[in-house]
């Protein structure tokens, strides 16, 4: 979608909805970050790639980083260099989720593989970065909502590694113990977006009906009924 659609009625009523789940969702803790003391994982990560889907990478974009200004603003914290940081790996799911190119995962994931091995600690636990193609592999599967999930958050940890390296100390260590927790972590993240995905769409779908105007893109295929019941668990 066009990023200047975000502007229109439909656009506007996405915005409002998406920044009123964006504030919820920053005030639910989901897990702590390591080297960062009261710092955490909230259930925005099951929410934040979902703009993309909806508006398009361009405009999902901007509206997942203003959406996360004005939720630093509101909550008093401060917009330095570290926040900013902090915001640009959903911007990033964001893009992977709503583009239809391939080239931006192969970008972004790269990328971020290269920054994290210029650093000397990350040259040394290089395997983490390993993590970080699963976006490019997810691409080629990205017709299936997991996979393009799975995509969406581990572009995530990979802008998110790769500025981690550059600012937080850690040791080698610490990052090979990271792997399975990370693991873990994204699975989880991966199905709370598809599930968020799935949970919009069929809420926009409803509110559709009752306005004499389109929503922004529904994807039919995600809506919940009983047919696609039928079709993931055999019911019916």
């Known amino acids: 979608m066009d990023w200047r659609k975000i502007f229109t009625p439909q656009g506007l009523l996405f915005t409002v909805l998406f920044l009123a789940m964006v504030m919820a969702s920053n005030q639910l803790n989901f897990s702590s970050l390591l080297g960062k003391p009261n710092q955490f994982f909230t259930f925005f990560q099951f929410i ?35 926040t900013i940081g902090w915001l640009l790996p959903m911007v990033f799911a964001s893009i992977y989720f709503g583009s239809r190119r391939n080239s931006s995962s192969r970008i972004i ?18 395997f983490y970065s390993l993590y970080w193609f699963i976006p490019v592999l997810c691409w080629l599967f990205r017709k299936h909502l997991f996979a393009r999930s799975l995509g969406a958050t581990f572009t995530a ?17 610490q990052w090979m113990a990271l792997i399975p927790i990370v693991a873990y972590e ?4 991966a199905a709370g977006i598809s599930v968020s995905y799935i949970a919009l769409n069929t809420l926009l779908s409803k509110a559709a009906s009752l306005l004499p105007y389109d929503l922004v893109e529904v994807n039919p295929k995600y809506v919940l009924s009983r047919e696609m019941l039928g079709k993931t668990f055999g019911m019916g």
């Not at 971020?112 to 990350?122: D, K, M, S």
């Not at 994204?186 to 993240?189: A, D, M, P, Q, T």
């Open 48 to 82: 934040g790639p979902l703009a993309g889907g909806f508006l398009g990478p361009i405009a999902g974009a901007l509206l997942v980083f203003a959406a996360q200004l004005v939720d630093a603003f509101l909550h008093g914290k401060a917009l330095d260099l570290s």
């Open 109 to 126: 994931s790269f990328a971020a593989i290269l920054l994290f091995l210029l650093h000397p600690v990350g040259r040394t636990a290089w």
């Open 157 to 173: 940890h990979a802008i998110g590694g790769a500025l981690w390296v550059w600012t937080v100390p850690m040791t080698t260590e």
């Open 186 to 189: 994204r699975l989880l993240f």
